[in-house]
C-alpha cells in the first residue's frame, strides 16, 4: 500500500516569510496529490491539489510542486499571513485504481506577526 | 458553511454506552467516507459508502456500526467502545467514489471514552 511521509511535522515562519512543507510517497502508480488545512476546531479543508500530467500549480498564495521521478510533492505557501497557522495534511491515493487516500502526519504551521 | 455537517460536535460515553454519530452532506454527493483521528497519527479510513451501499470496510472493529439510509446522510452506531477510540471522527463525501475525487470533510465529532 501506499506510504506518505511529511516533513517537517513542526513549522514556525515569520509573518510575510515562505513555508514549505515537502511529502515523499512509495506507490510510482499515485496520479493525484491533494492538500488540507485544518484550522482549531475545524474538519481538514481541500485548499489546493494536483494531478500527475502537471509539474505545478499555483492559487494565489498557495503552489504545489510535484516530482514525480523522485516521488515527492511540496506545498508552498508564499508571503505567510497569521491566518495561514494550521495543521497542514498531504495526501496520495494507495496506487493508480485506487480511490482510498494515504495522508501524511501533517505538519503544524505557525506563522508569527 | 461547510457542505458536510457532523453532530454532535463532541460526546462523552462510557464503555457500555450506547450512542450514534450523525452525518449529514448538502453538496449533492454520492459517496461518503467515515475517518478516525487520533493525536499525531494521520487519518485512518474507516468507511466508504457510494449510493448507500458499502464498498469498504477497513478493519474496523465491530463495535463501530455504519449506516447509509441515503446518499445525503450517514450514521456511525457506537457501542462498547474502548477508551482507545478517543478521538476526532471526521466524515468526508466527494462526488464518486473514484480516482482523483476531492473529498469535503466536515468539522468532526470529538468523542471521549470514559
Not at chain 1, 95 to 104: M, P, T, V
Not at chain 2, 36 to 45: D, G, M, R, V
Not at chain 2, 71 to 90: C, G, R
Request: aromatic share 8%; proline share 5%; with cysteine.
Amino acid at each position: 500500500g501506499e506510504n506518505v511521509e511529511q516533513h517537517p511535522s513542526t513549522l514556525s515562519v515569520q509573518e510575510g516569510d515562505s513555508a514549505v512543507i515537502k511529502c515523499t510517497y512509495s506507490d510510482s502508480a499515485s496520479n493525484y496529490f491533494p492538500w488540507y488545512k485544518q484550522e482549531l476546531g475545524k474538519g481538514p479543508q481541500l485548499i489546493i491539489d494536483i494531478r500527475s500530467n502537471v509539474g505545478e500549480k499555483k492559487d494565489q498564495r498557495i503552489a504545489v510542486t510535484l516530482n514525480k521521478t523522485a516521488k515527492h510533492f511540496s506545498l508552498h505557501i508564499t508571503e505567510t499571513q497569521p491566518e495561514d497557522s494550521a495543521v497542514y495534511f498531504c495526501a496520495a491515493p494507495r496506487g493508480s485504481n485506487d480511490y482510498k487516500l494515504s495522508f501524511g502526519a501533517g505538519t503544524t504551521v505557525t506563522v508569527r506577526a | 458553511e461547510t457542505g458536510v455537517t457532523q453532530t454532535p460536535r463532541h460526546l462523552v460515553m462510557g464503555m457500555t454506552n450506547k450512542k450514534s454519530l450523525k452525518c449529514e452532506q448538502h453538496l449533492g454527493h454520492n459517496a461518503m467516507y467515515w475517518y478516525k483521528q487520533s493525536a499525531k497519527k494521520p487519518l485512518e479510513l474507516m468507511f466508504v459508502y457510494s449510493l448507500e451501499e458499502r464498498v469498504e470496510n477497513n478493519s474496523v472493529p465491530s463495535r463501530f456500526s455504519p449506516e447509509c439510509p441515503n446518499s445525503s446522510h450517514l450514521f456511525l452506531h457506537l457501542h462498547t467502545l474502548q477508551p482507545e477510540d478517543s478521538a476526532l471522527y471526521l466524515c468526508a463525501s466527494s462526488q464518486e467514489v473514484g480516482l482523483n475525487q476531492p473529498q469535503h470533510f466536515g468539522d468532526g465529532t470529538r468523542l471521549s471514552i470514559l
